[in-house]
């Protein structure tokens, strides 16, 4: 058989198996947008792009990996001929191959640049700081913007700009508003922020996306978007359910004592 | 030796080994407990908190016990009715750990957001103060069980006792301390992490 015509069939396996593996990957593993916010849409778009454009170039190597055992494998008959010409001479098919793939790793590493950039940033200035306290095992929420008081549950208006400061107080946690595309790590020892602007009343499961010990699968909790009027009088009763335990209360912090045993304390002088 | 020989012994062993781990599991020293019933949509559970198991794989482990502090009998497994009032009383035999997060010290979820320390309400500790908590985040519930103070006699204990609803959802939910009285830098290693001690499920039915 002729180079030309391995070549050809090689081309149409790869033709019918991307199509395929586009069918699948737009009408059965494709998961619905963030549906309260567009703070996640650019990450989700980023997603698909990446494995729509990926698709082909997986399964070209696939296709040409399985052809070629098949094809090209060792019968113990004594070869008669050069079957194909080697590739290391064949500039024109290295250029075209390493051309594609180059151009489609610079598009996509671009596009996602752009699109962290644009997800790291408020939707609004001035947003509503809520500090996310994750610890084993559950997310805790301060509102240092009302008094500082903490909740098991998170809430948050409707159409107002959210910051959220997250931190961890014993191993990495990751919040992750789920639907939402909304998800940062909780490090011990340091804030990290992500941003929300929710354009929906409703709720939304908040989930940890990081294996954190043996009960990682119950940190979970809802999240609930109100009204701006809905939201005051929540604040107002968590203020008044949170006084008794005001006074016990640390300042607001990054992290909170006691800090972890056994890791290296912070140095006492300054660099010289 | 054939290669393919020694990838079936090794495939042997570390299924045995997997198997063993599982049996292990599922071998946890722990009883469940059924709340009493004590009228209409009310009912009552009663448990201690030890320093020491005393008894199991892990004698020197705090853990949450039936109410019997000589039974050394794990209990981390609990049933209750469904729309009901559950009071809950505890026996509390250990000493102080700071909390981690001062939150904790916070009484929440239950009836009147009160519980009763040696007959006694509060609403609140400062995060010195407990020993451990009892707390039950799908259902909004965290108490402090404040502990004896570390000069104490053997066999003192605090009561702490509160009353929380159990919901309108028969479900199963997961309940646990909060207070890093385990092993490890962070506390929560230890009886923190394993079946049977600090931790469990609440079952309403």
């Known amino acids: 058989m002729s180079n030309t015509a391995h070549a050809i069939r090689i081309f149409s396996y790869w033709l019918i198996c991307s199509v395929i593996a586009e069918v699948i990957l737009v009408f059965v593993l494709a998961t619905p947008g963030p549906t309260f916010s567009t703070a996640g849409n650019g990450e989700h778009t980023t997603m698909e792009i990446m494995f729509r454009l990926g698709a082909p170039l997986f399964v070209f190597i696939c296709v040409y990996m399985v052809y070629a055992v098949i094809m090209f494998r060792d019968t113990g008959e004594p070869e008669t001929a050069t079957l194909v010409e080697p590739a290391k001479t064949n500039l024109k098919a290295l250029f075209i191959w390493c051309g594609i793939t180059f151009s489609t790793v610079v598009f996509l590493a671009a596009w996602g640049t752009f699109t962290l950039n644009e997800i790291t940033e408020a939707a609004g200035p001035n947003p509503m700081v809520v500090q996310v306290i994750a610890q084993q095992w559950h997310f805790t929420y301060r509102y240092p913007s009302f008094g500082g008081f903490e909740t098991y549950t998170l809430a948050v208006p409707v159409n107002t700009p959210i910051k959220f400061e997250i931190t961890s107080l014993d191993v990495v946690h990751d919040f992750w508003i789920y639907n939402e595309d909304v998800k940062q790590d909780a490090v011990p020892g340091t804030t990290t922020t992500v941003y929300l602007l929710a354009k929906k009343v409703g709720s939304e499961w908040v989930v940890c996306d990081e294996l954190c010990g043996i009960w990682h699968g119950h940190m979970r909790g809802p999240m609930y978007v109100q009204t701006a009027k809905d939201f005051k009088t929540w604040v107002a009763q968590q203020q008044a359910s949170h006084a008794p335990l005001q006074k016990y209360m640390p300042p607001q912090s990054d992290t909170y004592y006691p800090d972890p045993q056994g890791f290296p304390s912070a140095p006492q002088n300054s660099p010289q | ?205």
């Open chain 2, 1 to 205: 030796m054939k290669p393919i020989l020694a990838i079936f012994g090794t495939t042997i062993v570390i299924l045995a080994l997997a198997v063993a781990y599982i049996i292990d599991l599922a071998q946890v020293p722990t009883s469940t407990v059924h709340a009493a019933s004590t009228g209409a949509h009310t009912a009552s559970i009663n448990i201690d908190v030890v320093p020491g198991a005393g008894a199991g794989p892990h004698p020197d482990w705090v853990q949450y016990q039936t109410f019997d502090f000589n039974a050394h009998q794990s209990a981390t497994q609990f049933v209750v009715p469904v729309s009901s009032w559950v009071t809950v009383t505890v026996h509390q035999y250990d000493s102080s750990t700071t909390l981690r997060n001062a939150f904790f010290g916070l009484v929440q979820g239950t009836q009147g957001n009160v519980a009763y320390l040696n007959g006694k309400p509060f609403q609140a500790l400062s995060s010195d103060l407990p020993s451990h908590t009892f707390s039950i985040p799908g259902l909004g519930i965290n108490v402090p069980l404040e502990g004896v103070p570390s000069n104490a006699a053997a066999n003192v204990y605090q009561t702490i006792k509160f009353t929380f609803y159990s919901g309108d959802k028969k479900t199963i939910y997961h309940w646990q301390c909060f207070d890093p009285c385990g092993w490890g830098a962070y506390g929560n290693g230890g009886p923190m992490q394993t079946y049977g001690y600090m931790d469990g499920r609440i079952q309403v039915v």
